[in-house]
């Protein structure tokens, strides 16, 4: 989203791999200084650092746009082993099969639920935000609001 007559400049792939990488050295610094009882992933550690990042606007969305699809794309390949895994060892599924799925159930549920709530929530703010401002329209269709 640039202002028209204002074309976005992009990375090269080899600064845009530089930047993740970069993010995910800092990260694994701060992981090792964090106390062992902090159980949180390097890579966690690093989505959260990039975030920061470009909330901050330090890093513009352009420069790491086309390596973060690439690697997007890449998430159903990198977990095809853990579910090839599962089903060579069959025997965790005879012995813990229906707790699995009732974990897996009551977890997508459950972060349906709270993803709706906390959406409806962040919509209700913006909304009270841009009447406080003034900012909705008579019609309410060209606000690019969600009702």
């Not at 992981?31 to 990042?53: E, K």
């Not at 709706?116 to 209700?124: E, L, M, P, Q, S």
């Amino acid at each position: 989203m640039t202002p028209k007559g204002k074309k976005e400049k992009k990375a090269p792939i080899l600064v845009q791999m530089g930047i993740f990488a970069g993010v995910l050295w800092v990260a694994s610094i701060i992981s090792s200084v964090l106390p062992s009882n902090f159980i949180v992933p390097t890579p966690v550690i690093g989505l959260v650092l990039l975030y920061l990042l470009l909330t901050l606007k330090i890093v513009k969305v352009e420069w790491v746009e086309d390596f973060g699809i690439f690697m997007i794309s890449l998430i159903g390949f990198l977990f095809v082993p853990s579910g090839i895994q599962i089903a060579n060892d069959l025997r965790i599924l005879r012995e813990e099969g229906l707790q699995i799925v009732l974990v897996i159930i009551i977890a997508t549920v459950t972060l349906l639920v709270v993803t709706a709530y906390v959406t409806r929530f962040v919509i209700a703010i913006h909304h009270r935000i841009n009447q406080k401002h003034g900012q909705i329209t008579r019609g309410g269709v060209d606000d690019g609001n969600i009702e």
